[in-house]
C-alpha cells in the first residue's frame, strides 16, 4: 500500500493518528464514567422531584375515588371531577411537560375498573441519559398498580406507589 502524500510533501495520516486514537478512547470512557457517576448521583435528587408531583397528584387521585364511589364508574375525563369532587384539576408543576392526562378502561384488553393518570416527563429530565438522542419518558399512576416492565417506548422504574417509564 502506498502512502498518500499532500501537494506540500507531508505525509497523511501515518503513525500519529495511530497513537491518537487510544489517548481518545480514554478521555472519552473517563468522561462518560464521570457522566454516569453524577447522573446517578443526581438521579436520587430527580427522584424526590417525582414524588413531589405524585404528592401534587394525590387530590386529583382521591377525587377519582370518589367520583367513582358516587357513580360506580370512573370519569370519562378528568374534567368531570370539577366541581363536585375536586375545586381545579392542579397542575404537575415542573419539570413536567403539559397538564396531568387520564385513560380510563375499558381498552379491549383491560378491566373497565382501572384507570392511568399520567404527565410527560422531558427528555433531559433523567440524567442518566447520556446519548446523544433522548425521548421524552412518562410518570403514570396506574388505580391497579399492575405496570408493565416495558410500556410507553421505555423501561419501568418504581417510585412508590407510581411508574416511571424511560430509555
Avoid at 9 to 27: D, K, N, Q, S
Avoid at 39 to 53: I, Q, R, S, T, Y
Avoid at 57 to 70: K, N
Avoid at 129 to 141: C, D, K, Q, T, Y
Wanted: glycine letters at 10%.
Amino acid at each position: 500500500m502506498r502512502r498518500q502524500h499532500d501537494p506540500r510533501g507531508r505525509r497523511r495520516g501515518g503513525l500519529g493518528c495511530l497513537f491518537a486514537l487510544p489517548v481518545v478512547v480514554m478521555i472519552g470512557a473517563i468522561w462518560l464514567e464521570n457522566k454516569v457517576r453524577v447522573a446517578g448521583e443526581e438521579w436520587e435528587v430527580k427522584k424526590v422531584e417525582l414524588l413531589v408531583a405524585a404528592r401534587r397528584a394525590q387530590p386529583i387521585l382521591d377525587a377519582l375515588d370518589a367520583y367513582r364511589a358516587d357513580h360506580d364508574e370512573w370519569p370519562k375525563e378528568l374534567t368531570d371531577l370539577v366541581p363536585e369532587h375536586i375545586e381545579s384539576i392542579p397542575d404537575p408543576g415542573l419539570p413536567f411537560e403539559g397538564e396531568w392526562l387520564y385513560e380510563r378502561g375499558p381498552a379491549p384488553t383491560e378491566d373497565p375498573g382501572v384507570y392511568d393518570l399520567f404527565v410527560a416527563v422531558p427528555a433531559d429530565f433523567c440524567p442518566t441519559n447520556v446519548g446523544l438522542i433522548h425521548f421524552n419518558a412518562l410518570f403514570s399512576f396506574r388505580s391497579d398498580g399492575a405496570y408493565e416492565e416495558q410500556d410507553h417506548g421505555g423501561g419501568l422504574e418504581r417510585i412508590g406507589d407510581w411508574g416511571y417509564y424511560h430509555e
